[in-house]
């Protein structure tokens, strides 16, 4: 798909790309759910420094808001962004604004958040790519610093397993959890993509299907080693076992279906037995 056929909409405050008087021939965008990936989008993302220099020409540019502040419901704020309810042409979703830092110099602060977002869309839409259920990208503003993508309507597989300890668990279900939880990081993995944050408050069941949709790819990377995919996967067991010890050993599962799902699992899962014991030498050490 080329460039003018994918269009742009700047972090939802764009009702039209005609009112621009613009031909938006320097990144592509998933527009309102219509297109579930855009290879023009993903090749430009790939290429940081034409998306700079594209931004760059951005900032003279007078944009057209259609988007009142108060249409924002804040949902959370961390260390590196916020992140808010919002509509986007008609449909229901969220934006994520990564905020500057006012200990940096402002022009090195724009360079960095600006890498950042462009790091954490083209992830988004790369997991898409390899298979993997993410939110739809709708929307990247480089001068705003925002995605804007699809509201997933669902519990997190933190609520339900917190849920299963204090009521009791229901096996298929946690099988069902385990079972996608286990496929999805085996295509990231394999797809040479590594999530960075795998939690299960980043990982939410669609209602309706129960779905996993994996979300907060900021701080995903690209990478073929088994250490950092270990790595990736010990973060997971740190947090089932810190948050969800009362489900039994959901990490066994989950390693089973990675398995299954990953080509390279072998390699990988020598290398989690030597980075766990890393981890328990930290632990004794303090």
């Known amino acids: 798909m080329g460039l003018d056929a994918c269009g742009l909409v700047l972090a939802a405050k764009i009702g039209a790309c005609e009112s621009m008087g613009m031909s938006f021939d320097a990144c592509g965008l998933v527009l309102a759910g219509e297109i579930d990936a855009c290879g023009s989008m993903e090749s430009m993302l790939e290429d940081f420094d034409s998306f700079e220099s594209w931004c760059c020409g951005l900032s003279i540019m007078e944009i057209k808001t259609d988007v009142k502040e108060s249409s924002l419901i804040l949902l959370k ?15 229901r979703s ?35 790519r390899l298979g993997v259920s ?10 705003l610093h925002t995605l804007t993508f699809e509201y997933v309507d669902g519990p997190s597989v933190k609520d339900i397993l917190l849920e299963f300890g204090s009521h009791g668990i229901i096996e298929e279900q946690l099988d069902d959890i385990a079972l996608q939880i286990g496929d999805a990081i085996g295509k990231l993995h394999d797809g040479g993509l590594i999530h960075g944050d795998l939690t299960t408050s980043n990982m939410l069941l669609k209602s309706g299907t129960n779905q996993l949709v994996l979300i907060d790819f900021g701080l995903s990377f690209t990478s073929t080693l088994p250490e950092d995919k270990a790595v990736d996967l010990y973060v997971l067991e740190r947090a089932l076992l810190s948050m969800h010890s009362s489900c039994g050993n959901v990490m066994d599962r989950v ?30 050490v303090g």
């Open 77 to 91: 704020q961390g260390a590196e962004a916020r992140v808010f309810e919002s509509n986007f042409v008609g449909k």
């Open 255 to 284: 390693l089973a279906a990675y398995q299954k799902s990953s080509k390279q699992w072998s390699s990988t899962l020598n290398k989690l037995a030597q980075v766990r014991q890393r981890g328990r030498k930290r632990t004794m």
């Open 134 to 143: 993410t939110p739809v990208l709708y929307s990247v503003d480089p001068v």
């Open 94 to 128: 969220v934006i994520k604004e990564r905020f500057s830092k006012k200990y940096r110099h402002p022009t090195l602060d724009s360079k960095i958040t600006l890498k950042r977002l462009n790091a954490e869309a083209r992830c988004m839409t790369k997991a898409r």
